[in-house]
């Protein structure tokens, strides 16, 4: 028999929505009657191509209501611009927010779209001053505004680094301020969280110690997990063949492990 015919191609998402939000997140719908745990962030949060992802695991584990708020290419704005998410969240006893690319955030430079971050709506006069060469009519996202941004005018782009990067501080602060219950960030990734901005190479763009250090003290913890094993050859049976290239840059089964009993190990006490 033919491998590929054995493969399970269809992972149900179970798609549903909490208090009214416009996002879809992965189900199944979990019960907000009963103290819960929150997770936000993109596609490590999500979980695609992974049949049981860590907020699922993290439920077995710690015997709470464990609820998936993720929602594939998003940043902070997603949850921000969206009241039925931003409630959810913020009625949680534990709120987990991993650390998305701070691209994806509408800044005084240019604007994302309010639930899919990572499309490029459009330029302010500021950045078509800063960059009066640039034709912006061709471009549809974020990554793509960037690279061409770089490519341009790397010294230019430093300023728009900066403009990035203090907006995205501003918008989690605003985040973190509504939340009710204890609230822990999550550094989920492939690599080590970097020192200085390093190109434009990495899952989460723009984010470094510098950026994020000045939340810590309106957190309880940040918790830092990179997997040894990101995604290994054999953890490809639930990927249909036209995505195996989009599936080799998200997390896999094993490192939806590692990273679940992290976090069981790191917010335990807080829910005691």
């Not at 208090?19 to 999500?46: E, K």
């Not at 695991?57 to 039925?84: C, K």
């Not at 950026?211 to 953890?235: C, F, N, S, Y």
Request: charged share 20%; proline share 5%.
């Amino acid at each position: 028999m033919d491998i590929s015919s054995t493969r399970n191609q269809v992972i149900d998402y179970a798609p549903c929505r909490y208090s009214g939000s416009r996002l879809w997140f992965r189900g199944p719908l979990r019960s907000l009657r009963t103290s819960y745990v929150a997770c936000l962030g993109g596609c490590g949060v999500y979980g695609r191509y992974v049949t049981r992802p860590w907020s699922q695991q993290l439920e077995m584990s710690i015997g709470r209501t464990v609820v998936n708020l993720g929602v594939e290419n998003s940043g902070i704005d997603a949850f921000v611009n969206d009241p039925g998410a931003l409630s959810t969240a913020a009625n949680a006893r534990v709120t987990l927010i991993q650390l998305t690319g701070a691209h994806n955030t509408s800044n005084r430079f240019y604007a994302t779209h309010p639930r899919r971050n990572d499309r490029f709506l459009k330029a302010s006069q500021s950045l078509a001053s800063l960059y009066p060469e640039m034709d912006f009519t061709e471009v549809h996202f974020t990554r793509h505004l960037l690279t061409s941004l770089h490519d341009i005018c790397p010294q230019r782009f430093g300023i728009v680094v900066e403009e990035v990067q203090n907006a995205w501080q501003a918008r989690m602060r605003s985040l973190i301020a509504q939340m009710n219950g204890d609230v822990f960030l999550l550094w989920f990734a492939a690599q080590a969280f970097p020192d200085v901005v390093d190109g434009l190479t990495e899952n989460e763009l723009f984010l470094t110690r510098a950026t994020v250090g000045p939340l810590a003290m309106h957190v309880k913890k940040l918790i830092e997990v990179v997997p040894k094993t990101w995604r290994a050859d054999d953890e490809f049976l639930d990927v249909p063949e036209i995505e195996m290239s989009r599936a080799a840059h998200l997390p896999g089964p094993k490192a939806h492990r590692e990273v679940a009993e992290a976090v069981a190990q790191a917010i335990i006490p807080a829910l005691q």
